[in-house]
């Protein structure tokens, strides 16, 4: 645990310069897209190796990887689309999470579509589902007081409530989880952490957005807003994280890489993400018209 909490505490660090350094030279968004663009790019490739290790998959083409960065790429810079791109994330990203959620229930059985199209696969499971925070980072014209733009901050928020529900998790089921939640996937995993999590998810969005509408400015998300919309995505992160279980006791990993000490690898770092960042997409397209009336 004590590596996992010095790699957590020196990830947002590393967060932390990268959008200070690049809002000093007003790069901030590029800056945290190329670090997002390279967390996606190195999940992809472990995927990969992952999925060649499972029996009867053939390994995935390298093409799948390019095509993520392409997929990014065409997001962040054509922002004249980003109305069609959302409505198309959205939509796809709802089919495939309904197939992870699906795959909870035969965490054995190796899904179809990734014994057939094992590189299409990696692309949707990967880097389709998180290009929902670049056309979050995206979707708000106009600045912040600090000269950062808005859309991050929202990217940022999207992380804090869905990381810190595993930090609740963590710090709640490992001394007082007594009900498992998938002992067959994850035995660690145990309701009592889920109430952790969804404890900390809430007042570490409420704590985030009441720093951000001082003395940043980031409008429309009160800490109560940021408390109350934080809590399906700390619900997602769950799942989320229980289908990237699935493919590793199917690959007969214990973790997706080694780069991140008491944590694993890119993979590791990023699956609970897969289906919070397109819920956050929809919360947000539909959130902030409502918070702006409330």
Partial sequence: MKDRALSTLGLWVVVGLVIWVGGFFSVAEQA????????????????????ARIPGVPR????????GFVLL????????????????????????????LALLRRPGEVPALLRRFPTLYGFAYIPFMLASLVAIARMEDGQLLSR?????????????????????????GVPFGRHKIAPS???????EGCAGGLAFS??????????????????FMTPAKAALMALPLALLSIPSDL?????????????????IPGIGGA????DSLVLTAPTALVLLSYGLDWAKRA
Wanted: charged share 10%; with cysteine; glycine share 10%.
């Fill in 202 to 219: 809430a007042a570490a969005s409420a704590l985030f957005a009441w720093i951000c509408v001082g003395p940043l400015g980031l409008p």
């Fill in 32 to 51: 945290a897209f190329g670090l997002l663009a390279l967390l996606v790019g190195a999940a992809q490739y472990e995927f990969h190796q992952l999925a």
């Fill in 73 to 100: 790429f065409a997001l962040f810079f054509l922002a004249n689309e980003r109305a069609r791109a959302n409505t198309a994330l959205t939509l796809g990203a709802l089919l495939f999470g309904l197939h992870l």
């Fill in 60 to 67: 995935p083409r390298p093409s799948g990887i390019v095509a």
């Fill in 267 to 270: 993979l590791d770092l990023i």
């Fill in 185 to 191: 996937i994850s035995p660690a995993k145990s309701w």
């Fill in 148 to 172: 950062q733009p808005i859309g991050l901050y929202y990217v940022i928020w999207v992380v804090v409530a869905t990381k810190f529900t595993d930090v609740g998790g963590l710090l709640i």
């Fill in 243 to 259: 289908a990237e279980s699935v493919f590793k006791r199917l690959a007969g990993a214990k973790d997706s890489g080694a780069t």
